[in-house]
């Protein structure tokens, strides 16, 4: 089976209430951690690339794993460009293979996020790729463009209808209270999503699929592994799984993973290191950081997406 579109798998998510994966991917060990977890539980998967991963590792040695991951698995995967920031970014992309793109044009203006998002999703769809767009915007880090929580702002569900009309996208990221990194609440603070934007949004977009970034939980678990074996982490608070579970049973169709992922794999990485000081050859601690990403795949797929044995 070759690379696919996201189409057919929001539908059939949408229908099914529940979220496909979609895990930020930077080099091998993390993409065949992450597909032989979908490989065992059988599930679909979106495999996703920022500016930031493709300039570290290349978008053709990226896409050549990728294509390997669907030759070793079977599994319908789509490789998917996250927050494109530019037309020509994205053609690229779409250029060069990949199935699906994110246009983010949530920090212009409005009429400007319409006038550039259309713009990618005719280029887009003329060739079969499919298109996510973002409304309002969310805290946090990306690509080191820092957000600041005074001025993130939720999604205004008055705009949803017109946007969707207007652009032709698939799918629509919106902001209800998650936000990138691993720092997404202060201590005390009480995790909460809005949950009646949510809602609003889908009675406006009737089988619409949804999507939601910045939903790592920073699972406590890896941030004490970091700490205990010397990193600094301090205070780092995510979304709790069981409002993603909940998120997910309803429009959102598409759940983004990166974090998680990252605190994983360097908390495993670095558990190995300190317990093997003799070890020098990458394949070891490599090794563990790449069973560490399987198992928290598997966990999310579990627990969080409800994708197992959907593919
Ligand atoms: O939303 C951002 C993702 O976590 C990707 O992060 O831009 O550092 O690759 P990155
Ligand atoms: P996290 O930082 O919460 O993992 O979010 C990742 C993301 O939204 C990628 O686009
Ligand atoms: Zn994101």
Redesign the pocket.
Known sequence: MPLVNTKEMFKKAYEGGYAIGAF?V?NMEIIQGITEAGKELGAPMIL??????RK?ANHTYLKKLVEAAVEETGLPIALHL??GDSFELCKSCIDGGFTSVMIDGSHLDYEDNIALTKKVVEYAHARGVTVEGELGQLA?????VNVSAEDASFTDPDQVQDFVTRTGVDSLAIAIGTS??AYKFKPGQNPQLRFDILEEVSKRLPGFPIVL??A?SVVPEFVEMVNTYGGKMPDAIGIPEDMLRKAATMAVCKI?I??DL?LAMTGVVRKHLAENPDHFDPRQYLGDGRAAIKGMVEHKIKNVLGCNGKA
Do not use: F
């Not at 996703?48 to 991963?53: E, F, I, L, M, P």
């Open positions: 930020n930077n996703q690339v920022s500016a930031g991963a570290y996250d927050h946090g880090i990306e690509d080191d990138h990194g970034h910045g790592s983004n990166d974090s990252r």
